[in-house]
């Protein structure tokens, strides 16, 4: 049985997976990445905050422990920090936080890695955890690949080094409530995600790129009713930014795989250009001047899950648009399960566009009545449509 864990990374999934953990009556301790604190995690905890969001902006007292102590002191080790990177110091942002986290690392211990990887990232995390800890990854402790879909405990894929005592591995992972698949090999693991990933975001992308070749806003409407993911938005677009990129950077030239990754990459970093397109045509069709109106954005953005990358592509969205209409108002998002939902901003002397950014803002516009004669409404969806 394991007698304590550390979850290191307060994002939205590592909070899940220390809920799970404690309910699972295993000592927990989660830390706070970017303040490089250990609060011990507790069910009261669990129990009184449903999210890393409310823990933080409650500020409750909590019980502060030694992080070195407590790195030493786990069994199991769930590495899940959140991602603010977006460039080339992406990899050596994370390597820095994993190379902290090694320095502690105890000898029989299991670390879970719960990143998106690309082809032989694993073997580059063996060298910083060998480098830092002085353990071997072989013979010390028990590494297994676990990377989570986003904002989920459930695993894209699963692979150990050590396949010995399968069994140690699936106990644990069940404790974590982390749905996974088959446990396989470090490289076979490497292999699944980057298939899992390309099969999930590609059939978006080639329906987004059909949906941009009709010109006409209206034809482009009934056409995509007949896509399976019509009710995509750009929401679960920007869900595939990070892990597409992380694994086209692992590919060679050459390798069909690489197209796969880099061509559906592609299609969803254009989102933003042909969405700010349809919104001046759209503003065209209702004669609405770019002086006399205000757009405003309705995302509900979660602040705190592993991948950052919506936070990236909301603000290049408002960067395009101001440079268009001057009035872009960025308000205040809301969280679905609150009760407590704020709508855009809207102006009193200008015409309202807002962009629905998800099926769930769509419905929470809905709900609240905010469908009026001086509102438009454009959905962030494949076909871009409006009301």
Request: with cysteine; glycine share 6%; net charge negative.
């Amino acid at each position: 049985m394991v007698e304590s864990a550390v979850v290191y990374g307060l994002s939205t999934e590592g909070y899940q997976i220390a809920s799970s953990l404690v309910a699972s009556k295993v000592k927990t301790i989660i830390i706070d990445e970017n303040l490089q604190q250990a609060i011990e995690f507790t069910q009261d905890i669990a129990k009184n905050y449903k999210s890393a969001k409310d823990l933080l902006e409650e500020e409750p007292l909590l019980g502060i422990r030694s992080m070195e102590e407590s790195i030493s002191d786990a069994t199991a080790l769930f590495f899940a920090p959140k991602i603010r990177k977006f460039d080339d110091s992406t990899k050596s942002e994370i390597a820095s936080k994993l190379n902290g986290l090694s320095k502690n690392l105890a000898k029989g211990s299991m670390l879970f890695y719960n990143l998106p990887l690309g082809h032989a990232g694993n073997a580059e995390n063996f060298e910083v955890i060998e480098r830092a800890s002085g353990l071997k990854p072989d013979e010390d402790f028990t590494y297994v690949f676990a990377p989570l879909w986003p904002k989920t405990a459930s695993a894209v894929s699963v692979g150990s080094n050590s396949l010995k005592d399968p069994k140690k591995v699936a106990s644990m992972i069940k404790s974590a409530g982390i749905k996974s698949p088959q446990i396989l090999s470090i490289t076979q693991a490497e292999l699944h995600f980057a298939k899992e990933v390309i099969m999930r975001y590609s059939p978006l992308a080639s329906e987004l790129e059909v949906c941009r070749a009709v010109a006409d806003a209206e034809e482009r409407k009934e056409f995509s009713k007949a896509l399976k993911n019509s009710d995509s938005f750009i929401d679960d677009l920007s869900d595939g930014i990070f892990d597409l990129r992380t694994v086209s950077a692992s590919l060679e030239t050459g390798e069909p795989s690489l197209y796969l990754a880099s061509g559906t990459l592609r299609a969803i970093e254009g989102y933003i250009r042909y969405l700010t397109d349809e919104i001046k045509n759209l503003m065209k069709k209702k004669t609405l001047k770019a002086s006399k109106t205000s757009i405003s954005i309705a995302w509900a953005l979660d602040r705190y899950e592993i991948r950052g990358e919506k936070m990236r592509v909301y603000d290049l969205l408002i960067e395009r648009l101001s440079d268009y209409v001057g009035d872009v108002v960025s308000p205040p998002s809301y969280e679905k399960g609150s009760g407590i939902v704020q709508l855009p901003v809207l102006s009193g002397d200008k015409a309202n566009l807002v962009i629905a950014c998800s099926k769930a803002d769509v419905e929470a516009l809905i709900s609240k009545g905010s469908r009026s004669a001086e509102l438009v409404i454009m959905r962030a969806d494949l076909a871009c449509t409006a009301n």
